[in-house]
């Protein structure tokens, strides 16, 4: 089955304790992406990758870092989480960047 | 700055209906528009996407126009059902950086 895995789900941890969420597809997807989502505000990209090795920054990348080592997994990292960083996050994939996107269920980050 | 926006936020139908979800942008230099669908505690699902070049796209049920003059967006659903209830997104890609709209919420009435 075609899909985006994301780990954990849900998460709660509190201010400079680093952590990781995995995000991995088994479609092959050259393009990857990381989405915060927050009410009022939507839907908002932090980081993408076009590629293996290739990251961009979207439109809030402050206090994230990606990496893309190997082009099924595309982790988002915070090196030192704030409580401003409390939101929803979805990792998506597509066959490229003008390919409709396949999303991840979500990872519920809470920092305390 | 740059951005997509949206009409309405909330739009109630009856069931059977067809429904208009309208979506409004302002760079011009997009190179694709794409409509998803969000349903509670679950991640957002392609619907349709539209190139810059086209005005017009039919899926299954579904149907995008681009108004490129007026810069303007639309998703027609025929035969509104329960099961579209969700929030509907637009969003604009330029060179793999994608901007979404804040959404619209879809009711359906049986």
């Known amino acids: 089955e075609a899909q985006v895995t994301q780990n954990p789900r849900y998460l709660i941890t509190v201010t400079g304790k680093k952590l990781t969420v995995t995000c991995s597809q088994n479609m092959n997807h050259e393009y990857m992406s990381w989405y915060r989502q927050d009410p009022g505000l939507g839907l908002r990209q932090i980081y993408y990758s076009m590629n293996v090795e290739v990251t961009d920054k979207g439109d809030v990348p402050e206090g994230y870092k990606v990496s893309r080592k190997e082009k099924r997994n595309f982790p988002l990292i915070l090196e030192s989480p704030s409580p401003n960083q409390t939101s929803l996050y979805f990792c998506?994939?597509?066959?490229?960047?003008?390919?409709?996107?396949?999303f991840g269920p979500g990872t519920r980050l809470t920092v305390t | 700055g740059e951005s997509v926006g949206l009409h309405l936020p909330t739009l109630s139908v009856q069931e059977g209906d067809n429904s208009i979800i309208n979506c409004a942008y302002s760079?011009?230099?997009?190179?694709?528009f794409i409509w998803y669908k969000q349903e509670s505690g679950k991640g957002p699902q392609f619907i349709i996407d539209i190139r810059s070049n086209m005005d017009k796209r039919q899926g299954q049920r579904v149907t995008v126009l681009l108004n490129k003059t007026v810069k303007h967006l639309s998703l027609q659903i025929a035969a509104t059902q329960p099961g579209d209830s969700a929030v509907y997104f637009c969003?604009?890609?330029?060179?793999?950086?994608?901007?979404f709209g804040q959404g619209t919420i879809l009711t359906v009435h049986p």
């Open positions: 998506a994939s597509s066959s490229g960047p003008l390919g409709g996107q396949y």
């Open positions: 760079n011009s230099a997009s190179d694709y």
């Open positions: 969003a604009e890609k330029k060179n793999g950086k994608l901007t």
